[in-house]
């Protein structure tokens, strides 16, 4: 069975620093990786995904993330961050050929101030 | 091209009642997953439906069930409510040509309180 562990439930940061936030999985099987925004009262987004290749997935809004298969982590960055960037992120995977069912970490709170 | 739509967004039930939860995936795609969140719990997969077969299930007890129909939309139903069942459930459809690798794309939810 897969699960994902999010180290951090709530990270503060001020507007224009970088901000990394974590991501851990634990599989038996090969996986699929993503990073979702929810915003408040709406549903979630896709930020970007890790399916092979390249081990550094760049996504919207100006994030992204890297993918290490020994450390079993897929950590979220952004080198500068804005107000507009507050919001919940959730990292998810899924198992490889095995249908869309995502497993989502709890959740990490991105909380930007001025 | 429209959104995933998801009807009613709020719903105040009581215990014991049943109801029922509407998505309309966007136009064309096939697959149609639910999702329970709760501050608790976390996002929790329900079930997957696809071409109106459901294709994966959770860990949920039977009171859940869903149905896709042959328009792809998609309907979950939720038997003799309880307390804990509280929830915003979430609906997200995908193309999925490729299994797994296909962007979901999520609705807005519908908030399901049960009094």
């Known amino acids: 069975a897969q699960s994902v562990t999010q180290l951090d439930s709530q990270v503060p940061v001020f507007e224009e620093a970088p901000v990394e936030l974590r991501c851990n999985y634990s599989?038996?099987?090969?996986?699929?990786l993503f990073w979702y925004v929810q915003y408040p009262n709406q549903g979630l987004q896709l930020l970007l995904k890790?399916?092979?290749?390249?081990?550094l997935v760049k996504g919207i809004n100006g994030f992204e993330a890297e993918f290490n298969k020994s450390q079993t982590s897929f950590h979220l960055r952004k080198p500068s961050v804005h107000i507009s960037d507050t919001a919940e992120y959730f990292c998810a995977v899924s198992e490889k050929q095995a249908g869309t069912a995502l497993i989502f970490g709890k959740g990490t709170t991105l909380s930007v101030s001025s | 091209k429209a959104g995933v739509t998801q009807t009613p967004r709020y719903l105040i039930k009581t215990r014991g009642q049943q109801v029922t939860l509407s998505c309309s995936p966007i136009s064309g795609h096939r697959s149609v997953s639910w999702y329970q969140q709760t501050p608790g719990q976390g996002l929790q997969f329900l079930f997957e439906?696809?071409?109106?077969?459901?294709?994966n299930k959770g860990n949920f007890p039977g009171r859940f069930s869903g149905r896709q129909f042959s328009n792809s939309r998609s309907e979950m139903n939720v038997s003799t409510l309880e307390l804990g069942d509280s929830a915003l459930y979430l609906c997200?459809?995908?193309?999925?040509?490729?299994?797994?690798?296909?962007?979901?794309?999520f609705g807005p939810g519908t908030r399901l309180t049960v009094l």
């Open positions: 997200a459809s995908s193309l999925e040509v490729s299994l797994g690798t296909d962007t979901q794309y």
């Open positions: 599989s038996s099987v090969s996986v699929y």
């Open positions: 439906y696809f071409s109106e077969t459901q294709r």
């Open positions: 890790y399916l092979s290749g390249s081990t």
